[in-house]
């Protein structure tokens, strides 16, 4: 890490819910400026870990540090962070004008101020104009564009950032996606992402967090998360994988450990032709093939039993359906293979 | 049929069947579905309901025979400007007023902390518990809980000796009993209306109220009591109505005061003067066509 004072900083961050442990002795340092995701299924704690940061919840045990400052015990309110919630929470019975200007009417900002600096937070989210609706009257982008505004125009240290693009569809997911980025590049604040959508993480970060059962499983910048993810389960939750445990290691690769391929760096061949110097070429019969668009999947059933997924790119638009029942190689390089921690009890 | 074993096909069986095909003829026929549906009710809805109160209206504007008694149907607006003049009537309808609003922000008062904790404090298990225990006292006579507070403020009762070691004294029977047992029996038509208005303020609003940097009691002002206007008034309709047509609990713990009911129940009974009572029993009802309209104004109504 950077020497300089982190933007947030958890110690020994623990949050019990009953018997079930949501938070296991959490550290972690996030970066000024950074964009961090926190990545994970649905109750592997990032949530957890990001209402502990805005202050929702308090911590069973352990710290949160704000800029070197403890603010473990501080109010939500009383804390320099702020929150773009799933659902929006958009006060309904106020206008976007009003929702936006909130956070500074709180803070005792005179009316013309807050009024000049929520119209410029709403530009700043292509919104101008829409101040005197009602939320109700607006799509789910728009609102969502709105819960924006209304948690940077009081300029946060943090922007907690709770699964936002969650409820909106793909096409407008892929353009919030951009405007995200560009708006904590314009912004310069750090950004904390919590998504269970892998791709999501992958495209937007800086560093990832990959949570599983309450603690991380893997930390690192997308590159290093998705080319070599530490463990089965990053192998598998982040993109899809191949996984060789062991036994199957041992038989078909000459491993020792766990490894793991991905999908787009195995080539099928006819069995006629000859491997290259340092590929692995393993015999199996196409089982189904998967018609994707830009790609296909096809499962291949390897002498043996084991089943792996290959990715090919469609170059031609040669109909792949019928190479169903074809006997291919399914080669790759063997500097490809990820070794993975073995699985921990 | 014959005694084979094997059953026809259901579908040939249920092709034959009367309950079928008036089912594929109510299937068809969508106006004659609506039709049957509403029928019984809005029978009900227009005689039971809108005929008794026309037949109110009707009787206020007639008049009685002050020698036999009998309600003669010659139309007079007599009974209406009585009411509107008379200095009894007009003293009663301020008085009347007056305890059913004190009724109402008594309730308001009360309703607004124990609707918050069942919502938004409360664990599911206890919230479930709470709204059982406000529906309880419905259980009970109305009588039996008017003639328990009765008993609570009689002299050397409960009040009276809870109030007696801080130097207070029981309020007696009065005016201000008769709010304290109205505000006691109209709760929980003023709880549970605010607990479901408050159930429907997702717990997101107030955390981004605080998050945005507002403390707990603006996050309430600001936020929870707009969103929450409709339910409080949609049960200050409740306890201000209820408040505003009864005579029995001023019976019982008022002592000497009267209130709109009281004069309605003698004008039938003691005065046998019918019509009289219709007028009196019209001061309620223009009231309540006042307060609803007055809600309707602030919007309150279309979120219900």
Redesign the interface.
Known sequence: MTSATPAIRLTGLTKTFGSVNAVDQLDLEIGEGEFFSMLGPSGSGKTTVLRLI???ELPTSGTVELQGVDVTHR???DRD???V???Y?????MTVLENVA??LR??GVGRAERAERAEAALASVALAGFGGRKPSQLSGGQRQRVALA??TV?QPKVLLLDEPLGALDLKLREQMQVELKELQRSLGITFIFVTHDQEEALTLSDRIAVFNHGHIEQLGTPTEIYEAPSSPFVASFVGTSNIFDPSEAERMLGRTSTVSIRPEKIALHTPASKPAAGTVSLPGTISEVIYLGTSTRILVELEGGKRLTVLEQNASSRSALDRRGEMVHARFASADLVALEPVAA | MTSTPTTARAGDSLTESPARKVSVFLSQHARVRLGLLLSAPLFWLGLVYIAALAALLITAFWTVDSFTGQVQTTWTLDNIITVLTGSLYQTVTLRTVGVALLVTIVDILVALPIAFFMAKVASPRLQRILVIAVLMPLWASYLVKVYAWRSVLSQGGIAEWIAQPFGGSSPGYGLPATIITLAYLWLPYVILPIYAGLERV?N??L?????????TW?TLG??VL??LWPAIIAGSIFSFSLSLGDYITVNIVGGANQLLGNLVYTNVGAANNLPLAAAIALIPIAIMVVYLTAARRTGALNNL
Request: charge should be positive; hydrophobic fraction near 45%; proline fraction near 10%.
């Open positions: 805005a202050g929702f109010a939500p309110f962070v702020n929150t919630f799933q659902d929470a958009l006060f309904p019975h909130y956070g709180v803070r209304r948690a009081v | 997702p997101s609003l955390e981004a109220s605080s998050d945005l940097g507002a403390k603006r600001s936020v707009p969103m």
